[in-house]
């Protein structure tokens, strides 16, 4: 069974950098996308960005276009979110997600998700 480990996340006063790692348990991530969303407290989970493993192509949602980047570690086999220039409003649970193939901004499309890490952007 697939399991996705979030780890990185914490407190961080506006305008910090944390870095978001995911990782993957009883596979790689070979053939998959994978995907970081999040959720802050009264609102739906919202697409954050996106990494398709075979080709490494992204998509980001436009909140954090410049700010974040999504990357993967092929010798880790995990996915990093490196966030800079953080926001109050960046404040959520991150989970992440994977599914066979492509990036998508869909969260339905995924089929594993991990249990999410919290970040906090203090103003």
């Known amino acids: 069974q697939v399991q996705l480990v979030e780890s990185g996340g914490g407190l961080v006063q506006a305008g910090g950098s944390l870095r978001l790692s995911c990782a993957a348990s009883g596979r790689t991530f070979s053939n998959y996308a994978v995907g970081w969303f999040r959720q802050a407290p009264g609102k739906e989970r919202e697409f954050v960005a996106a990494?398709?493993?075979?080709?490494?192509?992204?998509r980001y949602a436009d909140s954090v276009k410049g700010r974040f980047t999504i990357s993967r570690d092929n010798a880790k086999n995990t996915v990093n979110l490196q966030m800079n220039s953080l926001k109050p409003e960046d404040t959520a649970v991150y989970y992440c997600?994977?599914?066979?193939?492509?990036?998508?901004?869909?969260?339905?499309?995924?089929?594993?998700w991990g249990q999410g890490t919290q970040v906090t952007v203090s103003s």
């Open positions: 997600a994977s599914k066979l193939y492509y990036a998508s901004v869909n969260a339905p499309a995924y089929n594993y």
């Open positions: 990494i398709t493993w075979s080709s490494g192509s992204t």
